[in-house]
C-alpha cells in the first residue's frame, strides 16, 4: 500500500492506493499516521520531518524547494521551526524561542502546524523503523517533477489550480476525477478544504509511482541530531 498525507483542519488527509487500481481515503487524528505507517510499503507526508535545533541558517530542502518553485509557488515553502520551539504552548512563546536559537521569526503558518510536527517528530524518534517507511514531501514540488519540470501556474486554492492539478494526476492516476469527487462529496469543508485532498493525492501518486526510485531535495540530504534525514522526496517520470 502506497499512501500520501496532508495535514488538515479535521487531523490529516490521507489517501492510499493500491497496487493495482484500488484506492480509499480517510481521516486521521493527529496521533494516527502511526497506524496507516505501519501497514504501508511507503508514507509521504507534507510536513516537515528533520528539524535544526538552532543557528541562523534553514534547512537546505526548503531553501532549494522554494528556489526551483520560484517566483510563483515559492511562497508556499516556508522554513520549519527549530525542534525546541515545538515546546511553546502558545505563539508568543514560540515566536520567543524560534528567534532566540534561530535568530528568525515563526509565520502563524508554521505555528498552527506545530502540533502535527511534532506528532510525525515524536513518533520518528520512538519508533525508528518507519524512518524508512514516512518520509517528507512537498505537493508543489511533486507537481511540477510530475509536470516535465514546471511549476504550478495557479493557486492551488482556486478552481483553475485545482483544474490544472487534476490534469497532471490524470496522467498517473486514472481514478483520479472518482476519487476527488468522492473525497470532495464525503468530507465537510471545516474539515478538509479541497486542496487538502489533491495535496494527498499527488503525495500518493508520487508514492506509487516511485516505488523506491525516488528523487530528493537535496540530493544529498543531511540529518539533524536524532538522525533524521531534513529531504524532499519527489519522482521524475522516466
Known sequence: MYVGIDGCRGGWFCVELGRRDAWAFSILPVDGV????????????????GLLDAGPDERTCDREARR??????GSSIFPAPARMTLRAHTYPQ???????VTARGLSRQSWAIAPK????DDLLKTD??????????????CFRALNG????????KTAA????????LRRFLPAADELYEKARESCRRQQVALDDIIDAMVAAVTAKQGDGNYRT?????AHDATGLAMEMVFWVPS
Open 34 to 49: 502511526a497506524t496507516v505507517a505501519r501497514s504501508a510499503k511507503v508514507v509521504l507526508i507534507d510536513i516537515p520531518i
Open 161 to 168: 489550480g485545482r483544474r490544472e492539478r487534476l490534469v497532471i
Open 128 to 141: 525508528a523503523r518507519l524512518r524508512a517507511v514516512l518520509r517528507e514531501c512537498h505537493p508543489e514540488i
Open 94 to 100: 514560540a515566536l520567543a524561542i524560534n528567534r532566540r
Open 149 to 156: 519540470g514546471k511549476s504550478m501556474r495557479h493557486n492551488k
Open 68 to 73: 526551483l518553485l520560484a517566483p510563483k509557488r
Open 117 to 120: 510536527i511534532k506528532a510525525i
Open 217 to 221: 531535495l537535496p540530493a544529498r540530504p
